[in-house]
């Protein structure tokens, strides 16, 4: 009895605080800015960066080699495709907020099964799944926050859910060294899930209490200088024609422009994350507290790198925000080759977290900016194709980064690439007109 009172004393409080009319659509945005930080913590942070921290250790205990790494890794990319594919669709039908929680539940029961077996294939289905989960969860996200966050403030929202992996990143840096050892990888999988399963029902509450879960109550949560959102009353069409009429609104030079973007960057930024435990250890020959360490300050620094250049973005432009992104994984890149030696890996690790968290936050922000006075629907089918090309470049990059491996026996040559495709993607994004242009 006292323990189910005091289960509820919080959950009560947060009822309250919600429905409180003090509780004004400015803090209701920043609890929505929260919470899908939170979610992007848990399902990218725990679902897909846990395991390649835990690569060498898992590949000791169940043995197996880099060219099953690279399939696992490529077919999550698969099933990000299709679950991007999927979530524009759900999200355009029963509303983004379903899907949202719906998938966060998903996570947290696949992060406590994953355990349970230790057969590599069913592991690598499980694996593939949360990687397809990611998608479904950031899907909606961009049509969420165009309905609720104030038009000059999205950048840096958006940067700062996308950074938000970086929390799940730096707590698995501290969970490995306590809870994982050379015979036991499984009980890090149980503490992630359980707490992702907590969060679910702190969402699914919060959500029900703005009254995010039907497409009518979104205009209610709306702040007073947002773009108003277009619901309008359509005739019933098929699916797939809309989805052509969609498709021929959208595309413009500009958003073909994105879709390389994002295909370039999950080419090399997939990788060079997928395999920097890997390298570190085998290569490299740090000891593995260091390469936790390492890990630590890629999450350490990706908390505040996706607020910054969220902000940055939203005074300096989007287009140049992303240019700096992009020349300092190509610096990072180039530092992890030549001097993968002390200082210099710290240096490497900080600059690819400035990279890495706010590129995919700084894209649908453009996207939100470019075509605000478009129905939040387009926004959705824009940021739909750009996280199919975003996985189908991931897909192509742990592919070729473990076929280098296996051909070549290092990954010097895999980082090569990536260096490569980091500046191609600096020039590319000089190519975006800025986005307050019509």
Not at 82 to 105: D, E, H, K, M, Y
Not at 299 to 306: A, D, K, L
Not at 419 to 438: F, K, R
Request: aromatic letters at 12%; proline letters at 4%; hydrophobic letters at 50%.
């Amino acid at each position: 009895m006292i323990r189910t009172t005091l289960f509820r004393l919080p959950i009560s409080f947060i009822a309250q605080l919600l429905t409180h009319e003090n509780f004004t659509a400015h803090l209701r945005g920043i609890l929505i800015a929260v919470l899908l930080t939170s979610i992007a913590a848990s399902t990218y942070g725990f679902g897909v960066y846990l395991y390649p921290q835990l690569i060498n250790v898992m590949r000791e205990d169940l043995h197996f080699d880099y060219q099953v790494v690279g399939t696992i890794t490529a077919a999550a990319q698969g099933c990000y495709i299709l679950f991007s594919l999927c979530g524009t669709w759900l999200a355009r039908r029963i509303g983004g907020s379903q899907i949202l929680v719906g998938s966060l539940a998903s996570c947290g029961l696949l992060l406590i099964m994953l355990p349970l077996t230790s057969n590599i294939w069913l592991i690598g289905l499980i694996l593939a799944l949360m990687g397809g989960l990611t998608a479904s969860v950031w899907v909606p996200m961009a049509e969420l926050i165009s309905l609720t966050i104030t038009y000059e403030n999205r950048g840096k929202v958006l940067s700062l859910i996308s950074s938000g992996t970086s929390y799940g990143v730096f707590i698995n840096s501290l969970l490995v060294p306590w809870l994982v050892t050379e015979q036991n990888w499984q009980t890090i999988w149980y503490a992630v899930g359980a707490g992702t399963l907590v969060l679910t029902l702190v969402t699914l509450l919060s959500f029900r209490r703005l009254g995010l879960f039907f497409k009518a109550n979104l205009a209610q949560t709306t702040l007073p200088d947002t773009d108003p959102p277009a619901i309008p009353q359509q005739p019933r069409t098929s699916w797939g024609k809309r989805l052509l009429t969609g498709l021929h609104q959208a595309v413009k030079p500009w958003v073909v422009t994105i879709w390389i973007l994002t295909f370039v960057g999950g080419f090399c930024a997939m990788p060079f994350q997928n395999y920097l435990s890997p390298y570190l250890l085998e290569e490299v020959g740090v000891s593995s507290d260091l390469s936790s360490q390492i890990w630590g300050m890629v999450g350490f620094t990706g908390m505040f790198s996706g607020l910054i250049l969220g902000t940055l973005s939203d005074k300096a432009g989007v287009r140049t925000t992303l240019a700096l992104c992009y020349a300092c994984l190509f610096l990072a890149g180039v530092l992890l080759v030549t001097l993968p030696t002390g200082y210099y890996l710290f240096a490497a690790s900080i600059l690819f977290a400035v990279a890495y968290y706010p590129i995919f936050g700084l894209i649908p922000a453009y996207t939100a900016k470019k075509i605000k006075d478009a129905d939040s629907g387009t926004i959705t089918l824009v940021f739909g194709v750009s996280n199919v090309t975003l996985g189908l470049g991931g897909m192509m990059g742990n592919l070729v980064g473990g076929m280098l491996k296996e051909s070549t026996g290092s990954f010097f040559w895999t980082y090569v690439v990536v260096i490569a495709a980091a500046l191609t993607l600096a020039l590319l994004s000089q190519l975006l007109p800025d986005e307050h242009s019509a």
